[in-house]
């Protein structure tokens, strides 16, 4: 084949194009550390790398909402701790309150702190969590004891089909899974639990003694209930940090293919980028060479 | 008996042809980096001989040689290299053009990254999340509509930018028709000069070297088939004739005659499909649209590459339905993509409104009443329709005015008592609806006929199905570069001008026309040696 000076200019000019079209590429990559800038540098990773950005903004925002769930878990249990003690004492007055060696007065003042105690549950019962009250299901913007003295709760905990329908605060904890996050109103905070520890209550103040032979039992009942509530409460913590851990091993495997899939192994790409600078520096060296000398040179 | 000077015609003639030769290859030295020239090639032929053939032809011994002259000027070419090249030009006008579209659509489309519409998507659907663990928190429904409008926006830039770039693409179309028909109207002014030059015996060569860079431009545009025709007269053997240049398809069979040896049709493309694609192309006349004389080709029939067709594919053409062949449809890289935005757009927002219509307000609660508040609209209408909705959707009026016409609650049919739910016993704090509407995200849907899937792997398809296109586009780029390239070299192999081998020709000519030159010298000897030193014998 016939070879001249211009082919040879034209196709070192390519050459050296083309070289700067790979160092370039290289360069992209090293700067961005991602091994594609657009689908076409290879469809399959792109399609992926969009499922798995998708996967990860999911996985985060199940983690989002864990924190809700951990907000009112914790409140609602330390709620019921709180009124739980406060029952007990209210037991441990009812049994005071039975000896028959007390005066009325004596009465009369364990009367008094039985009343606290209402009061403290009232307010235990219309907690409120970043300005929504827990205790009340979705109802969040209202109080569930409405009145409080004597107390009276809200009437959809006292309906049960209106309960059934604010007994519903659920919070996705990954996809297609709902954990519940409230405390069923009707159990822990309900209408008969003031009503027994009121009537204890009167029948102290009154010196009512055979008033307080039932409530014993009532009390008993009522305890059971919430205590029921909780232990279903604390199951369901369980199964929350489960959860939590699992989108936190999630979170790092989704992390991790992400990574595997889109990220330019930097190590190799600096090697590529070595590797053609000096198959670029050898293509301006043979260029400049190769021009140079013709036989004009020597035609003096 | 020959001349007394016979030798120094001889001579003469010698040194006129090695001078020729000395100019000829002065101008392939001058043009050695002109753009599609050939270097010429003197074609040296010797004189008739003394005595030619005849009845009272002398009677001599032999036949005597009387010189030399230049018999023509040919330039060094391979035609066979020049259908090739075309062919591989006509495929990388092609590919080019379809390549660089895509290349634009990519970079419109922005994927993957932190700011195309999946990940707008994905922040509009953790915005809901968010909501939906805390529905009275205003702050969360604030950021619900902002994201709402992010995704309108997106989908809206989306379509916008596609649609300007399809514009412009328009106009390249145009220009490249204009280029097209500018490089037929310079054809076939040289076939004219050719055809005045030819016939008194003369290679033209320079016009020769032009028309077969026009043809090579040409062939980048459309695909062409080139025919010569012999022109009359006194034509040397070796002229190569008029060029007469048809438009074929990719198999080769003739769609209709671009120039002839006589006069050129002009291209033209008709916006007459639907949505002003295009539907035919059409031949005719210079200036003038005569639907009568022009020839109609049916542009999606038309099997013909280059950049003309690269263009019109991506900006958008006519073709029957494949599913109903009496329907005819846009299609065209473009088109579909925009097509595929409406139909995500649509199939997504109609969805959520459905969901958000049954769902109820803050304001509906404390109403106590049940509307249909729509969360997406389309700008000017009052019904949502596809056609064009990705440029057009926005958020409902209802949703800008008031924060709390979000829908949060859970409506709709209770599926116990199969009665519609009352607003008057919903909660603020009931965050049902609200997961519902983040789930229309997640939801299989019918965004294709007879194929549901969700919006994330819908589009992440339709990103895939692009990137597909747009690497094969830029690889047959490659490709056919490197063969337009190859078929180049050998071309350049057989007609570029060696430097080198001009100063070895150079040095060739000169001393030829040195000797030719002493050889005048030795005749002068011989003469004055006859002249001067004979007949005086004895003196």
Redesign the interface.
């Known amino acids: 084949m016939r070879i001249t000076q211009s082919m040879l200019a034209s196709n070192s000019l390519r050459n050296l194009s083309d070289s700067y079209l790979k160092m370039g590429k290289l360069q992209n990559q090293l700067s961005t550390g991602k091994k594609i800038t657009k689908p076409s540098d290879d469809p399959v990773v792109a399609m992926k790398g969009m499922f798995y950005r998708s996967d990860l903004t999911s996985v985060d925002q199940y983690k989002r909402n864990l924190s809700e769930l951990h907000l009112w878990m914790d409140n609602s249990e330390a709620g019921m701790d709180q009124a739980n003690s406060g029952l007990q004492r209210v037991r441990e007055l009812v049994i005071e309150g039975q000896n028959g060696t007390l005066s009325p007065e004596d009465r009369k003042a364990i009367a008094v702190e039985v009343g606290q105690l209402k009061q403290d549950l009232v307010k235990t019962a219309n907690t409120q969590v970043a300005g929504r009250y827990i205790y009340h299901g979705t109802d969040v913007m209202n109080p569930p004891v409405e009145q409080e003295e004597p107390p009276v709760v809200a009437t959809n905990i006292t309906d049960p089909t209106q309960l059934k329908l604010i007994n519903n605060y659920q919070v996705e904890v990954s996809k297609g899974v709902n954990l519940k996050a409230n405390v069923n109103p009707g159990n822990v905070f309900s209408q008969d639990l003031f009503n027994v520890v009121g009537d204890i209550q009167t029948a102290l103040e009154t010196n009512n003694t055979s008033g307080l032979d039932g409530s014993l039992g009532k009390l008993d009942k009522v305890m059971d209930t919430m205590s029921a509530e909780r232990a279903d409460l604390g199951a369901r913590s369980n199964r929350l940090d489960m959860v939590e851990d699992r989108l936190g091993q999630q979170d790092i495997l989704a992390n991790q293919v992400l990574s595997d899939n889109e990220d330019a192994s930097i190590e190799k790409v600096i090697m590529d980028m070595t590797t053609q600078e000096s198959v670029h520096r050898a293509a301006l060296s043979v260029g400049s060479k190769i021009i140079q000398p013709t036989l004009m040179d020597f035609l003096r | 008996m020959s001349s007394t000077f016979m030798g120094l015609e001889t001579a003469r003639r010698g040194m006129m042809a090695q001078q020729s030769a000395l100019y000829t290859t002065g101008q392939n030295v001058s043009n050695?980096?002109t753009p599609g020239y050939s270097r010429q090639r003197v074609n040296f032929v010797q004189t008739e001989a003394y005595p030619s053939i005849g009845m009272n032809r002398e009677q001599i011994p032999g036949q005597m040689g009387t010189g030399v002259k230049a018999g023509s000027i040919q330039r060094v070419r391979e035609g066979f290299l020049d259908v090739q090249y075309r062919g591989e030009n006509n495929k990388l006008g092609y590919w080019q053009s379809q390549a660089d579209s895509?290349?634009k659509m990519?970079?419109i489309?922005n994927?993957?990254s932190d700011s195309g519409l999946?990940?707008t998507m994905?922040?509009f659907?953790?915005s809901l999340?968010?909501l939906?663990?805390?529905?009275?928190n205003s702050g969360a429904r604030s950021v619900v509509r902002q994201r709402g409008e992010a995704v309108a926006d997106t989908f809206n830039y989306l379509s916008n930018s596609l649609s300007s770039i399809q514009k412009d693409q328009k106009s390249q179309i145009d220009v490249t028709v204009k280029e097209a028909n500018s490089v037929l109207n310079q054809l076939n002014k040289i076939n004219e000069q050719i055809g005045g030059v030819e016939p008194n015996g003369y290679l033209p060569n320079d016009l020769y070297d032009e028309r077969d860079r026009l043809i090579d431009q040409l062939s980048s545009l459309v695909n062409v088939k080139v025919d010569y025709v012999k022109t009359g007269g006194n034509s040397d053997p070796k002229v190569e004739g008029k060029a007469v240049i048809k438009l074929v398809d990719d198999n080769g069979s003739e769609l209709g005659t671009l120039l002839s040896d006589s006069n050129y049709k002009e291209l033209k493309v008709n916006y007459d499909g639907v949505s002003n694609t295009v539907k035919t192309i059409k031949l005719g006349d210079p200036g003038e649209m005569d639907e009568t004389k022009d020839t109609s080709l049916d542009f999606s029939q038309m099997n013909s590459s280059g950049k003309l067709k690269g263009l019109i594919e991506s900006y958008g053409y006519e073709k029957k339905d494949v599913t109903d062949p009496t329907k005819t449809v846009a299609a065209g890289t473009y088109n579909d993509m925009l097509g595929e935005l409406d139909r995500l757009a649509f199939t997504f927002a109609n969805e959520f409104n459905k969901v958000h219509e049954d769902g109820f307000s803050p304001n509906e609660i404390s109403n106590k009443t049940s509307e249909k508040i729509d969360f997406f609209s389309d700008s000017g209408n009052v019904t949502i329709s596809q056609s064009g909705f990705a440029s057009r959707i926005q958020i409902s009026k209802d949703i800008k005015d008031s924060l709390d016409n979000i829908a949060t609650?859970e409506g709709g049919i209770d599926p116990l008592t199969n009665l519609p739910r009352d607003p008057a016993?919903?909660?603020?704090?009931?965050?049902?609806n609200v997961?519902a509407l983040?789930n229309v995200i997640?939801e299989k849907l019918n965004y294709k006929t007879n194929e549901k899937s969700d919006f994330?792997n819908y589009?992440?398809?339709v990103?895939?199905a692009?990137?597909?296109m747009?690497?094969e586009?830029?690889r047959l780029t490659q490709n056919s570069t490197s063969l337009q390239?190859a078929v180049d070299?050998?071309r350049?192999?057989?007609s570029?001008?060696?430097?080198?081998?001009e100063?070895?020709n150079m040095?060739q000519f000169q001393q030829a026309y040195n000797a030719s030159a002493r050889m005048i010298t030795m005749q002068d000897e011989l003469l004055d040696k006859i002249i001067n030193g004979m007949g005086t014998g004895g003196r």
């Open positions: 050695a980096s895509l290349g990519e970079s489309m994927e993957p999946a990940n994905d922040q659907w953790q999340q968010d939906s663990v805390d529905a009275t609650a016993n919903a909660t603020l704090g009931d965050a049902t997961s983040a997640n994330r589009y992440q398809n990103i895939g692009m990137g597909v747009s690497q586009a830029t390239q070299e050998k350049q192999s057989v570029s001008v060696s430097l080198d081998e100063m070895t040095i």
